[in-house]
Nanobody
């Protein structure tokens, strides 16, 4: 059984940086793509960054482009989201996800991934 677990969430202020991590276990082979999604209560889930392995590609939504960076480690089973210059619109529940199939990073970020974590919360610091 494949497990996906996020970590690294916390309270942030505008201008802060934060790095989220995602660890997976149980997969025999590397995934076709991995990514980060976020959801604010009352709004739809948004695919903000994905990394394609089979089709080597990277996708960032306009809302995070230039501020967030997705990366992976050499095992290809752990990946990260470095978030810099956080803005008031960034607090949300952040989910990492993985999938197998055909497509590039953008197509995966706009689809329903197969394996999901339970989310890590990024909140606005009072």
């Amino acid at each position: 059984q494949i497990h996906v677990v996020e970590s690294g969430g916390g309270a942030v202020q505008p201008g802060d940086s934060l790095r989220l991590s995602c660890e997976t276990s149980g997969a025999v082979l590397p995934f076709s793509a991995v990514g980060w999604f976020r959801q604010v209560p009352g709004k739809e889930r948004e695919g903000i960054s994905c990394l394609g392995y089979i089709v080597n590609s990277t996708y960032y939504s306009d809302s995070v482009k230039g501020r967030f960076t997705i990366s992976k480690d050499n095992t290809e089973m752990t990946w990260y989201l470095q978030m810099n210059n956080l803005i008031p619109e960034d607090p949300a529940i952040y989910y990492c996800a993985a999938a197998n199939g055909v497509g590039n990073a953008s197509s995966f970020c706009h689809s329903d991934m197969q394996f999901w974590g339970k989310g890590t919360m990024v909140t606005a610091s009072a």
